[in-house]
């Protein structure tokens, strides 16, 4: 796969290669049933955390370029414990690659009361920070609805925007509206994604295995148009 290939295949095939990107039979968060399943805990060492990290920096450089995200950002927020690893390999890219001075912040899941204290490690958030928040996948939007008052009663932070590695392109249970277009409602920033569900698929019909074969089979592609046609936005 050459460096001029579109993000979104380039991408899949990381996806692919790093097997994060699972086909089978899965029972989500949501409970629902899923044929394909996206394993964050697949980024296991040093190149793989790096190369996703450049991924999700790619992204905000053309989101901010295209103007739709901030052209100021403060500190990348991952929360605990996936995004960890997303937000600060998110800054070194960030300041690594495209120039960009960001910080990185994380939480604790419980406030520590020795030390330095507190909830949050990393960049202490203040009023009037620009804070960009990054995490893997969006199903149901709860990790932010999580995430959001935590980081307000900290600071009176902006929020300037959520950047995903993939969007499920999943409607929510009580509307029509998918998990991205109902957070960006309620909370009025962005919400994007280096790669959505049907884009990866796409391209994971022309990326080959070792023997050939397309990663994405008929079968494969079958059982996925029926999974968005049941849960599709």
Known sequence: MTDTASLDIR????????????????????????P???????FDDGRKIATLGAFYAEKIAEEIKAGRLSQHIDTVFGPAYKG?????????????????????????????????????????LEDGM??????????????VREVVPKLRAEADVEIVGLVLSVDRME???????????????E???????????????????????AS????????IKTAADAYLERYGA
Not at 108 to 119: A, F, I, L, P, S
Not at 130 to 143: E, H, P
Not at 171 to 185: W, Y
Request: net charge neutral.
């Open 187 to 209: 909370f009025g920033f962005p919400v994007l994604a280096i790669a959505n569900v049907r884009e990866i698929f796409e391209a994971g019909r022309h990326i080959a295995t």
């Open 212 to 219: 050939g074969e397309p990663y994405v089979t008929e079968s």
């Open 84 to 124: 960890i690893p997303l937000a600060v390999s998110t800054a070194i890219a960030l300041t690594g690659a495209h120039g960009m001075e960001v910080g990185y912040t994380f939480d604790r899941k419980e406030r520590k009361d020795h030390g330095d204290g507190g909830m949050m490690v990393g960049t202490q």
């Open 11 to 34: 991408f899949t095939q990381f996806l692919l290669e790093s097997k994060a990107l699972k086909f089978g039979d899965f029972t989500l968060k949501s409970g629902r049933k899923s």
């Open 36 to 42: 394909y399943f996206i394993n964050a805990g697949a």
């Open 130 to 143: 620009k804070v960009l928040l990054v995490d893997d996948v969006m199903t149901a939007g709860t990790a």
């Open 171 to 185: 409607k929510t249970r009580d509307s029509d509206l998918s998990a991205v277009k109902a957070v960006e409602a």
